[in-house]
């Protein structure tokens, strides 16, 4: 009996994945156009949850066609053709452009209104593809990254890399379905927005300064390319949505002009904030002269004693440092500013916008310095652990709150000059 090539059976393990794929595809299309039939046809009182039915089956669609990412793993890791430098380059920008098409035809019955709909959508297929990455990496899994690791992006092993992939293949994908879902609904998301684009830019300035700068600069294939769309389109997204009008706030004046009067210590809630700021400006500016090999001792003994991570020679937590030297500390600066100055209406937009960045980076540097692939002489001494875990755990946390707190009560941020009254009342923006 004669034996297929293998050649064959690896076209032949090609086509069915594909077909696989394809019908997954086809049939959550053919639910989305007859959810959205019906919403259109609908008349009456029934219409509106026919509706929501629809946006519902949006988002599922969404969550289940990024899964057909392990489809596209699992024929690349199988096919020979798949596994060169440059194949794995075209392969996977043709995978994007590919899932964009599919996506935009999928939606084309109930188009959204904002393009930043397909950016969340394609990312959320790139989300299971991470957190594939951290769990064969881990070790959890297998079978799917093996090519990968080797002549595509070898960095995405480093403890830093497999941090990054869990949080974008998580947090990142929860924020992708939520803002869909947001979306079709017709209800606000530009606060989130606004934390996933700070999040994102963060997360990928530092991986990909990281891997020029450190030890892995002489590793880059074809396939560091790939990461170009994911630096890229968080600008344009962040750029969007500080462009796109803030939802209009409706307080009474004279609450606004009762708390712009207050002095900072009769506001205590943002005393403690100030105060907060302050401390963690110290310390960005303690962390980023002590990666620039600052000779003074107070440096050279916090690296040695507290955060010995700092010194990883895979580049990731000094580019890290840096990013937060010199661009956080001068907005935390600024933040302090808007806390005594009234009227600061930036402040709803731009708090939001770190904080999601600097929670990302405190998750990666946290995770990374305790992960087993960071050598040992690499991790906090016993001795200091608790108190660094919690120094980098008020770093993270202080400017999520911060966030909260001046998009829960924005009367103190809200502009002095009403454009808009009724009943004693005025919008303020």
Not at 25 to 43: D, E, I, N
Not at 58 to 78: P, Y
Not at 232 to 254: C, D, M, N, T, Y
């Amino acid at each position: 009996m004669r034996l297929w090539p293998k050649a064959a059976l690896d076209w032949l393990s090609y086509e069915v994945h594909s077909s696989i794929i394809l019908l997954i595809l086809q049939r959550a299309h053919g639910r989305f156009k007859s959810a959205t039939k019906s919403c259109q046809q609908t008349p009456g009182p029934n219409r509106g949850a026919d509706c929501c039915s629809g946006k519902m089956v949006q988002e599922i669609c969404v969550f289940f066609f990024s899964f057909t990412a392990l489809g596209v793993l699992h024929v690349m890791n199988t096919v020979p053709a798949f596994q060169e430098p440059t194949a794995i380059m075209q392969t996977g920008f043709g995978v994007l452009l590919i899932v964009f098409i599919l996506i935009y035809l999928a939606s084309r019955y109930n188009p959204p209104k904002d393009p930043l709909f397909y950016v969340f959508a394609v990312f959320s297929f790139t989300c299971v593809i991470d957190i594939v990455s951290a769990l064969e990496h881990d070790g959890y899994i297998s079978g799917f990254m093996d090519f990968y690791r080797k002549v595509g992006e070898p960095y995405l092993g480093s403890a830093y890399a497999i941090m990054m992939c869990y949080w974008d293949g998580i947090v990142h994908f929860i924020m992708y379905l939520v803002l869909i879902r947001r979306m079709s609904g017709r209800k606000p998301y530009r606060n989130l927005g606004l934390f996933w684009a700070g999040s994102l830019l963060a997360n990928m300035v530092v991986f990909l300064l990281g891997i020029i700068v450190g030890k892995y600069g002489s590793e880059i294939y074809p396939a560091f390319w790939i990461n170009m769309p994911f630096l890229l389109l968080p600008i344009w997204g962040a750029v969007r949505l500080f462009q796109k009008p803030r939802e209009l706030l409706v307080v009474a004046a004279s609450k606004a002009e009762r708390e712009q009067k207050k002095v900072l210590i009769w506001r205590p809630l943002d005393l403690i904030l100030v105060i907060y700021l302050l401390g963690i400006m110290v310390l960005t500016l303690l962390r980023g002269l002590a990666v620039l090999d600052c000779p003074v001792e107070v440096f050279t003994s916090y690296v040695n004693e507290y955060e010995p991570y700092l010194k990883d020679p895979a580049g990731f937590p000094k580019v890290m440092m840096l990013v937060l030297l010199f661009h956080a500390l001068p907005l935390l600066g600024a933040f302090v500013y808007g806390l005594i100055t009234p009227g600061c209406t930036w402040m709803l937009d731009w708090t939001m916008y770190v904080a999601g960045a600097i929670v990302q980076t405190q998750w990666c540097h946290v995770g990374a310095s305790l992960h087993p692939r960071t050598a040992e002489a690499l991790h906090t001494p016993e001795s200091t652990l608790l108190p660094v875990l919690l120094l980098n755990l008020l770093y993270a946390l202080g400017p999520l709150l911060l966030a909260l707190r001046c998009t829960g009560d924005p009367a103190y941020f809200l502009s002095t000059a009403p454009v808009g009254q009724h009943n004693n009342e005025k919008k303020w923006s």
